[in-house]
């Protein structure tokens, strides 16, 4: 069941927006994202952002260490983007960002740094602060017991300028489940949810307040070099 998020298309500078209701096996979608991406470079297809949920699984990066596959519960699947080992499951909502950084601005860095912004931007609408960590990736935030966690992830792969993968948000998964790999490569730090910060956020709702803050990701993405504010 896909969920239709009334979008209104500006120009074709503007990606199609799909938002999954249902859940999407993790190498269905990484099947559709390389034919989507290699269609962009092609000038075939638009740009997308895709928002979706998974199974359960565990995804690798290129950077992954075996060690820090604990507990190979669920399916692992080599994901080819950067980063280690990552878990996604229901909810969790997973966006999977593919823009044209040739026609927009060649800077990976500044993609990823967007992404980021976006995601925290988003949070801050519910009421969570969260931020960036130097020498550590992904989002971060306090826990309930008022520790530093992770609460989003971000991997991404870029192929001929074409960007692939993107980012996911813990809405309300069962964290034990990340239990079976060492996260992202960081075993110091937990792992945390909208849901265990007492915050109650639907799918509709998070996919609402991103889309709604779509633009302003794509103008940072724009932005010429400098400093990353």
């Known amino acids: 069941m896909r969920m239709d998020v009334s979008l209104p298309i500006i120009d074709q500078m503007q990606p199609e927006i799909r938002c999954e209701g249902g859940q999407v096996p993790y ?5 559709a994202m390389d034919a989507r991406n290699l269609a962009i470079q092609r000038g075939e297809a638009r740009e997308l952002v895709w928002l979706l949920e998974h199974p359960p699984v565990y995804t690798a990066g ?9 507990d190979p519960r669920f ?20 966006g999977y960002v593919l823009l044209d950084l040739g026609r927009r601005n060649k800077d990976v860095r500044r993609f990823v740094h967007c992404i980021e912004g976006w995601v925290i931007d988003t949070l801050g609408d519910f009421g969570v602060e969260s931020w960036r960590a130097e020498g550590r990736v992904g989002i971060w935030t306090r826990d309930a017991s008022g520790g530093e966690a992770k609460i989003g992830a971000i991997g991404v792969r870029v192929r001929r300028w074409v960007t692939m993968h993107g980012f996911s948000v813990n809405l309300a998964p069962d964290l034990t489940h990340f239990t079976g790999i060492v996260p992202c490569g960081i075993d110091e730090f937990g792992v945390t ?5 007492g915050i109650d956020c639907s ?3 998070w996919d609402r307040a991103l889309l709604a803050r779509l633009d302003g990701f794509l103008a940072c993405v724009a932005q010429s070099c400098g400093d990353l504010k």
């Open 75 to 94: 399916e692992v699947v080599e994901a080819g983007r950067g980063g280690r080992y990552t878990y996604h499951g229901p909810g969790q909502r997973v």
């Open 203 to 205: 799918q509709e709702a």
């Open 62 to 70: 290129t950077s992954a260490a075996a060690d820090e596959l604990l």
């Open 193 to 197: 949810s909208l849901a265990q910060l």
């Open 27 to 31: 190498r269905t979608a990484l099947e």
